[in-house]
């Protein structure tokens, strides 16, 4: 015998759609929330568990922590690397006077000036400087900047490039170990031939490791210093600075971006509905199903010996 689902029919108007038993709807419900709590969130069974890249994160009074060498011990669980970047607007009494004042703090942080822009249009005059300092100064640096002047605009923010330097590190280990075994071999080769064999990738792989050696100089560089960029504008221009910036069609584009990506995330949802969800509450209104139709014998007979004992306690009454 095959177990089926118990389904009756429900009628709307002209149109009669199927309804489950109770028991199939309890299963449905039992198997959704096991779906969820297994898959880590109701978010995680529509979109899909991400394991691709990290939340930024920030190290709050740190800012980020040495990189290892590549000749280093392995890298172990409590090893993070974050590059830390910070964009402010102020807004001044005198430029010239703040630019000095930062430039002081900056340099007392162990810091300095990388580059900087100056735009002398009498209606909207600014100064754009960017500095590097130390991440363990970060901190204190943005406490610094926002009391020079009134802040206007600040974004700061962080990710984790640990994975990046922990590869580019793997690689160039491996890379040295093969090129101390061409040396090896290079010292014992016997014939012009097996001379240029071993030196063409001898040559290929230093080529890597100057190569993946220079990636991991950069993002060590970048965790090491973090990067801070202060627009100053004289006060009274922030109104023409601010209306200097906008640009329609950017906003336009920015726009129909967010739109992109709001229409992706309710495909995707879609999606995962159809292709995860949906089967699993069939399974469960199976499974229900099939419970609900096994037991409904036990608890009929159950309710019928009650109501035999009910019977049998009222006559026994009467009699008395």
Do not use: C
Request: neutral net charge.
């Amino acid at each position: 015998m095959y177990a089926q689902v118990e389904v009756r029919s429900m009628r709307i108007g002209s149109l009669t759609l199927p309804s489950i038993t109770t028991p199939a709807k309890v299963g449905v419900l039992a198997a959704l929330i096991f779906a969820i709590a297994s898959s880590g969130g109701f978010g995680a069974l529509l979109f899909g568990a991400s394991g691709s890249a990290s939340a930024p994160l920030e190290k709050g009074d740190v800012g980020g922590v040495p990189t290892f060498a590549p000749n280093d011990k392995p890298v172990t669980s409590d090893r993070i690397d974050v590059v830390r970047t910070g964009t402010f607007s102020l807004e001044v009494n005198d430029v010239d006077r703040s630019l000095a004042t930062i430039t002081n703090l900056v340099k007392s942080q162990g810091g300095y000036v990388s580059g900087s822009y100056r735009y002398t249009d009498s209606s909207t005059p600014y100064l754009t400087v960017t500095f590097r300092v130390p991440a363990a100064s970060f901190d204190a640096t943005v406490l610094g900047l926002r009391g020079e002047g009134t802040v206007l605009s600040e974004q700061i923010s962080s990710y984790e490039v640990t994975m990046q330097l922990v590869d580019l590190e793997a690689r160039l280990r491996n890379l040295r170990a093969s090129e101390t075994a061409l040396l090896e071999l290079m010292s014992r080769a016997t014939s012009v031939s097996d001379v240029l064999a071993v030196q063409a990738q001898l040559t290929a792989v230093r080529s890597d490791i100057e190569s993946y050696d220079a990636q991991r100089v950069a993002i060590a560089d970048q965790v090491a210093m973090a990067t801070i960029s202060v627009t100053m504008l004289p006060t009274g221009a922030s109104i023409g600075g601010a209306a200097s910036g906008f640009d329609l069609g950017r906003e336009i584009a920015r726009a129909a971006a967010n739109l992109i990506v709001v229409g992706r995330v309710v495909i995707i949802a879609l999606i995962n509905l159809v292709i995860v969800a949906l089967p699993i509450a069939l399974l469960g209104a199976l499974v229900g199903g099939v419970i609900g139709r096994t037991i409904s014998p036990l608890i009929g007979l159950v309710r019928r010996l009650l109501g035999a004992s009910a019977n049998s306690a009222k006559r026994a009454t009467r009699r008395s």
